[in-house]
């Protein structure tokens, strides 16, 4: 006699493509598109072509549909909506064995509005389930020249307000997949401007420049192009605010990183 262990194990052995099959099926339908309020569909049912029906998912997620009336389908992959007919024809005796098919001819349900610092802003469907944020950065065309590398995301989750900040370098290193979040209908993602810092004075490029993370007094002024002849070390000068606001003039090591805003001036050597 087998022990129950392995008598399981040769049950699932035996009936191993159809329990793969099983597990598949069911990964695609968690990450099925979601039917939701304002999306166009069309229903057809095959060789019944007067029960082809093309119209709009109202805002309590119902359709109006011949024989049946009112059926909700908001909420439901288009798979469940198409069993939700289906059975509705079948039990009431109005299609023997109905085939219904249930397209997505417009989605504008699920949106997230993509705003800030990306290529293309706007709003963009949620195509799938689970669709991340790295996702819908895509969608916009990616993260402009002058945006920065923290994201944030608001919306709503369970009722609640939501905010997060999401270090989009991170998402990208080994185990970092679990902050690539999950987007949901009525997020918004703003991608700020990348921080700044200002120079001018005695250097090559003065102006504008974007603030690396970690970037110091010295990759600043290599980033500008390095002193002029007439530049000096001893004459550099970080304006930088404080946390009231009011601006401080400090004097910063060549290795000391430097913070957004912060206004470098190099003086001109009197010698």
């Known amino acids: 006699m087998l022990a129950a262990g392995t008598a399981t194990a040769l049950a699932l ?14 990964s695609a339908a968690s990450t099925e598109y979601r039917l939701g309020a304002g999306d ?9 072509p007067d029960l082809t029906l093309e119209t709009r ?12 009336g009112s059926i909700k389908i908001g909420g439901l992959a288009p798979a469940q909506a198409e069993k939700v007919i289906s059975d509705g024809l079948k039990n009431g005796n109005f299609v023997k064995q109905p085939q219904v098919t249930v397209l997505v001819i417009q989605v504008r349900g699920n949106q997230v509005s993509v705003l800030g610092q990306v290529n293309r802003p706007g709003r963009f469907p949620i195509e799938v389930a689970e669709m991340r944020l790295s996702d819908m950065l895509a969608n916009a065309g990616g993260i402009a020249g002058a945006g920065a590398e923290v994201v944030t995301v ?5 009722g609640q307000p939501f905010r997060a900040e999401v270090d ?5 290193t080994s185990g970092g997949r679990g902050d690539d979040l999950i987007v949901q209908n009525g997020d918004v993602i703003w991608v700020d401007r990348a921080p700044m810092v200002y120079i001018y004075g005695e250097v090559q490029r003065p102006g504008p420049m974007r603030l690396e993370r970690g970037m110091t007094l010295m990759q600043t002024l290599a980033t500008g192009g390095g002193l002029t002849q007439r530049g000096t070390e001893k004459g550099i000068r970080v304006h930088r605010k404080d946390a009231s606001g009011k601006v401080q003039v400090v004097q910063l090591a060549m290795d000391e990183s430097l913070r957004d805003g912060d206004v470098v001036y190099v003086k001109e050597s009197l010698f």
């Open 154 to 158: 608001v919306g709503t989750r369970n």
């Open 57 to 68: 998912v109202s805002e309590s997620g119902v359709v109006s549909y011949p024989l049946l």
């Open 168 to 172: 989009l370098p991170k998402v990208f």
């Open 13 to 26: 052995a035996a009936a191993g493509p159809v329990w793969a099959q099983a597990q598949t099926t069911a």
């Open 40 to 48: 166009i569909v069309r229903i057809s049912v095959y060789q019944n």
